[in-house]
């Protein structure tokens, strides 16, 4: 829970009261330090080396809370003070809530002179305040946030905070989704969640094609995958309809609640990461809850795509050739490119509804970390929707960097006995998964968003940003809708 409050935050009764700090020159600066004892703001600057205060992004530094109500004043630094945008302090704000899992209560003396600095600090606050305890104690996340603000009264101010409090939400849902173990979130589980979520929002409804559905449906891709498992695949479409619609967006998600490979088996190293594959439907299904619980005019429909791979006597061999939905043939020289052959089927399900456009997102390729590492997704597709998807990251705080799909690279999908072949070329994977994607868009508008490294965070938490799932993709997706909703 997260509330505005106008009142001098070294009254407030909270655990810990959280500032936040800037480096100018040599010097270490307070921000918004007008709203903290004098003799605080002036220890802080004077004695910062002595502790241990260098106010560099992403450093959180617990000091005696004197003057204040609270026995802690929590300092988190923001970087050069220059630099300081609404990322900036979403991050750090996401720093100290995570930091300070295990207490109750905790009031926010960051900058918020506007409502574009509350939403910041609100939502960064809110995405820190995380913790996965499903399957163990661990110190309980933040549950009480204050924001001190000028703003209390303020409409927009309001607004941002509401929005912040819906975009948590569905980022802490899509993480716990990920986090889950894959003998507990398989595909059936999967859709019964949806169906649960769904039924939290008002105006989403669920429908399940389960692998009876799909064989006869022709969804060659979701079958073919999915039938070396004793879990079968499953087509989820989620859609959120208002009553007069300004758009209509189709989103298609990456369900592989668990990746081995295949017969094509991956290496067992690092293979345990492998159930956040499906972190591209996670982030679908709560994208569609979201934009519904924030009523946005735009109807959005939801396609996860789930299915676990899986090794066995049943399971699709190299050089099977699967048939995807709307007919086209795939010779599958690879079961561990598997992704792009149940996204060929939620594209072409997405596309048979005449959307105005497609955003499909997907853990798809491991040449995606090769190309921008672990914090930075990829986005391909129409350019003119790539560069909406840039856009919303920008607004969002999320990083999408922009990708080409050249022609060529669709010469090295042909197979001598199908339609197209599931791999290409060892090098530009990536774009050579694009390129695949592309052959079942047609001419409806369509971006391809690649979050395999982002989406799941092996090495240390950061900012708001834990370790494990991310959420990453639900942000950008939410931003994009919402400017389709003002256009």
């Known amino acids: 829970m997260i509330s505005l409050t106008s009142k001098n935050p070294a009254r ?8 936040a700090v800037a480096q100018s020159g040599d010097t270490v600066v307070p921000l918004a330090a007008d709203r903290l004892p004098a003799e605080l703001a ?23 809370g004197l003057g204040l109500s609270a026995a802690v004043l929590v300092v988190t630094g923001v970087g050069p003070v220059a630099a300081v945008d609404a990322e900036v302090l979403r991050r750090a704000a996401g720093a100290a809530t995570r930091e300070l899992a295990g207490s109750t209560s905790v009031a926010l003396a960051l900058p918020a002179s506007d409502a574009t600095e509350v939403a910041a600090v609100a939502e960064g606050a809110l995405l820190g305040a995380y913790s996965f305890t499903r399957y163990r104690e661990a110190p309980a996340a933040v549950t009480t946030l204050e924001l001190v603000t000028d703003r209390v009264r303020d409409r927009a101010a309001k607004e941002a905070l509401a929005r912040a409090e819906v975009v948590a939400a569905a980022v802490h849902a899509t993480r716990d989704l990920v986090n889950a173990a894959p003998n507990d979130l398989y595909p059936a589980a999967f859709a019964d969640l949806a169906k649960a979520a769904a039924k939290e929002a008002k105006g989403v ?15 060659g891709g979701l079958v073919g995958v999915g039938q070396g498992s004793v879990r079968g695949p499953r087509l989820v479409k989620v859609s959120y309809s208002p009553s007069r619609p300004t758009a209509s967006i189709a989103l298609v998600g990456k369900g592989i609640t668990f990746d081995s490979g295949g017969i094509s088996i991956k290496p067992a190293a690092g293979m345990e990461a492998m159930k956040s594959d499906m972190a591209g439907a996670a982030a679908v299904l709560h994208t569609v809850i979201a934009a519904a619980r924030l009523e946005l005019p735009v109807a959005v429909t939801g396609w996860l795509c789930l299915a676990e791979n899986m090794p066995s006597g049943t399971a699709q061999r190299p050089s099977d050739v699967i048939t995807i939905r709307g007919g086209k043939t795939v010779e599958v020289l690879n ?4 992704g792009r052959l149940v996204m060929a089927d939620g594209l072409v399900a997405a596309v048979e509804e005449k959307p105005d456009v497609v955003l499909d997102i997907a853990t798809l390729t491991g040449a995606q970390m090769v190309a921008l590492g672990y ?5 391909m597709g129409s350019d003119d929707v790539r560069a ?11 990083q999408f960097w922009p990708m080409p799909l050249p022609a060529e690279l669709l010469g090295g999908l042909k197979s001598k006995v199908a339609d197209l072949a599931n791999i290409g070329d060892r090098f530009g994977g990536m774009l050579t998964a694009g390129v695949f994607l592309r052959e079942f868009v047609g001419s409806t508008p369509w971006a391809h968003l690649d979050i395999a490294g982002p989406s799941f965070n092996e090495k240390s938490a950061h900012g708001y940003t834990p370790v494990g799932g991310t959420g990453v993709g639900v942000r950008t997706l ?5 400017s389709r909703a003002t256009r």
Do not use: N, Q, W
């Open 12 to 19: 407030l009764s909270v655990d810990a009261v959280v500032v």
């Open 42 to 64: 002036t220890l802080i600057s004077r004695d910062a080396k002595a502790l241990g205060i260098t106010g560099a992004a992403d450093e959180v530094r617990r000091v005696p």
């Open 205 to 219: 409804k669920v429908s399940v094609l389960d692998e009876k559905a799909l064989a006869s449906g022709g969804y």
């Open 335 to 338: 079961t561990d490119a598997e």
């Open 375 to 379: 914090r930075v997704s990829a986005v």
């Open 388 to 398: 909406e998807i840039v856009d919303a990251a920008g607004v969002t705080g999320e």
């Open 478 to 482: 939410l931003g994009f809708i919402e």
